[in-house]
């Protein structure tokens, strides 16, 4: 199963949920991750990171 789980900030988030042996879950887990990240690589699909700017008001100079 492959669906949207959250429309975020800044991401559109899925989830995938494969059917596997339960020994082999955490190796496909990685295995599905890593696969996803380096197809996302390949189509020029980067991941965005929140940003926050933050001003710091200069002390006036006396």
Same mark, same amino acid.
């Given at each position: 199963?492959?669906?949207?789980?959250?429309?975020?900030?800044?991401?559109?988030?899925?989830?995938?949920?494969?059917?596997?042996?339960? =020994?082999?879950?955490?190796?496909?887990?990685?295995?599905?991750? @890593?696969? *996803?990240? !380096?197809?996302? =690589?390949?189509?020029?699909?980067?991941?965005?990171?929140?940003? @926050?700017? *933050?001003? !710091?008001?200069?002390?006036?100079?006396?």
């Amino acid at each position: 199963m492959v669906s949207v789980s959250e429309l975020a900030d800044s991401s559109v988030n899925f989830v995938v949920r494969p059917w596997v042996k339960t =020994d082999d879950y955490l190796s496909t887990k990685w295995d599905i991750t @890593r696969e *996803v990240k !380096l197809r996302f =690589d390949a189509e020029g699909i980067s991941i965005p990171y929140p940003q @926050r700017t *933050v001003h !710091l008001p200069t002390p006036p100079i006396a």
